[in-house]
Structures are given as C-alpha cells and as structure tokens.
C-alpha cells in the first residue's frame, strides 16, 4: 500500500468512526453565504424551511447586505430556531469567488463539524424541491463513495420556460454543494478562488470519491439568478469563467472544446468568445496556477481522456481505476 492509500485509509477509517459517534446519522448542516439577496432569498428560505428532512442548523453569513436581507433574515430566524445569523462587515462590492468562500468559512467557523455527517453550501438564490435533501442522502447512503452531490440547475428563459443550465453528471453543482462531511475534510475543504466548484470535484475524484448530479425531476431546482450572469454582465461572468479554467489547470484543448460548445447557447459566440479571452488572457498574463501540481496532471489526464472518448467513459474509467483507495 502507498503512503497515499494509507493516508486514504486513515481518511476514511475517521470519518466512519466521526459517523458512528453522531447521533443522528442523517444530520446536515447548511452554510449559506449571502449579499443582497432581498429579490431571491424568501423563496430559498421556504423552500428550505419546507423540506421533507430538514438541516438539523442552517448557518446564513450575511456578507456586509445593504438591502432588506437582514430584515428577511431576522424574521426567519425569530420562527426558526435551527436558523442562525453571521453577519459580515460591508466590504461595499458583490464577490464571487474568493469572496462567496471567504463567507462560507466564516461560517463554518462557527459549526462543530463532528457533529453532522453532512454539510451542504447552498445559495440563497435557489428555489428547492420539498425532498431535495432526502433524497440526496438516500443515495449517499446507498453509494458511500458518492462524497458529493447534487441535483440539477434550471433558469427561466424569457418565455417562462424551465431550461437547463447544462452541467455535466460528473459535477456536483456549486450553489448547492452535498458533502459527506468525511469527503469534504478528506479534500482539505475548498480553495478560495475562482472555480473552487470545479477544482473540489477533481479533488475528489483524485482520491477516489466519486462526485456526481442528477437531473431527476424531484431533484430539479430552479436557480433564480443564472449562473454566469454576474452582477455586471454575462460577459463578465464568461471571461471570470474561462480565468478560473485556466487557474484549475484546464488543458487549452479542452477549454477550446468546452467554449465551441458555449458559444452555442445564448449570447451566441460571444459567450464563448469572453471564455477564451479569460483564459488565455491570464495565461498571457502569466497568472499562477493552484499549487496542486497532482491534480492540475489529474485534471489535464482526465481532460484529455475525455475528448477522445467523452466525458461519461472518461469518468468511469476513472473511478473504476481509484474503486480501493477508500476500501468501501
């Protein structure tokens, strides 16, 4: 056995015992960063409030809010006591990125880890099937190597119609990520930059957990606020998109692959077009990269992989090859 698999090993033999010593086994947490959420948030909050299983606490970081989220939230919280309140000086600017982790982590601070077997970050703009939870970790429980999950993303176009965001099985999604707590610390927890949704699966995926979504229709939520849209432009969050491929370590060929296929949805071309002034802009720039220079080989292996043969077999090939690092 390599040191590695020892280490997965030890991972993995503390996060059953962490298990064994919770009371509740189906127990969660969720962290919700949050800034001017007034527009979107009361239906997360209900759609929260109303699920089939509850989180056993919900801890809400308002990031320096200017509007009426901290109005909304202190109505929420005086008729929920498993509701809890961080607040956050107002650093005067929308983040996203660094800043959504930065907030996440000031509310983790504040968690007892040990005490749950999961922990959800979910956004505040999102709008949840009544069983969201439930069924998530039905099938975790069925599939110990599932460390982290999620359904699947749906906007409303302007006709009204429910349309996919498009994001692939191998993901889970990063405005509502499940974790097995075991698999969350296993990964040393997200990184604080672009793409930490990204990067966090890879991870994963590297030491042999197995991340995934799902677009069953109970696990269908409608995202309010498209992803990519950023509070500035879609532009803007298509070249932020194509900057945090480039600090992952994407391989330029598959970031190309990946931009020809943006290029055909809305806005067309263009969209794809910011992506690749993203990402090679920092590359021209000589922006550093994360430090994992493993998983940056992990991740260009998989990538290349998955343009000859597609991503589905890429994966499963994968985590078939890593199937005994975590001795399940």
């Known amino acids: 056995m390599t040191e590695r698999q020892v280490w997965l090993a030890r991972q993995h033999s503390f996060g059953q015992k962490a298990h064994m010593m919770i009371s509740n086994p189906r127990s969660y947490v969720v962290i919700s960063p949050c800034r001017n959420e007034a527009a979107y948030m009361r239906r997360t909050l209900d759609s929260v409030v109303a699920q089939s299983e509850p989180p056993a606490l919900w801890v809400i970081v308002d990031d320096g809010s200017t509007d009426e989220t901290p109005a909304i939230l202190a ?17 005067g600017h929308r983040a996203v990125g660094p800043g959504v982790i930065e907030a996440f982590y000031a509310g983790l601070e504040t968690v007892a880890l040990s005490d749950y077997a999961y922990l959800c970050k979910l956004d505040l703009d999102l709008d949840l099937p009544p069983r969201y939870f439930e069924i998530l970790m039905d099938r975790m429980e069925a599939t110990p190597r599932i460390g982290t999950c999620s359904g699947k993303a749906y906007f409303r176009d302007g006709s009204g119609q429910l349309v996919s965001e498009n994001i692939g099985d ?14 969350f610390e296993a990964i040393g927890g997200f990184v604080r930059e672009v793409m930490w949704d990204g ?30 849209s950023s509070q ?43 992506m690749l002034q993203g990402y090679f802009g920092a590359m021209l720039r000589g922006v550093d990269q994360h430090g994992d220079t493993d998983l940056i080989a992990f991740i260009r292996g998989y990538q290349k992989r998955a ?4 991503k589905a077999r890429a994966v499963a090939e994968i985590e078939a090859e890593r199937a005994d690092l975590l001795n399940f």
């Not at 109505?75 to 650093?91: L, S």
């Not at 343009?307 to 597609?310: E, I, N, Q, S």
């Open 307 to 310: 343009l000859r043969v597609g």
């Open 75 to 91: 109505d929420y919280t005086a008729q929920h006591d498993w509701i809890r309140v961080v607040p956050k000086p107002d650093r």
């Open 170 to 183: 191998e993901m889970s999604l990063g405005m509502t990520k499940f974790y097995s707590v075991a698999c």
């Open 199 to 228: 990067i966090d699966c890879h991870k994963a995926r590297q030491l042999g957990w197995a991340p995934v979504s799902w677009d069953d229709e109970d696990l269908r939520f409608e995202h309010l606020r498209p992803m990519g």
């Open 232 to 274: 500035q432009s879609i532009f803007t969050g298509r070249r932020r998109h194509g900057f945090g491929q480039y600090y992952m370590g994407t391989h330029p060929l598959f970031l190309i692959a990946s931009a020809i296929n943006k290029a055909r949805q809305k806005p067309y071309v263009l969209g794809g077009l910011a």
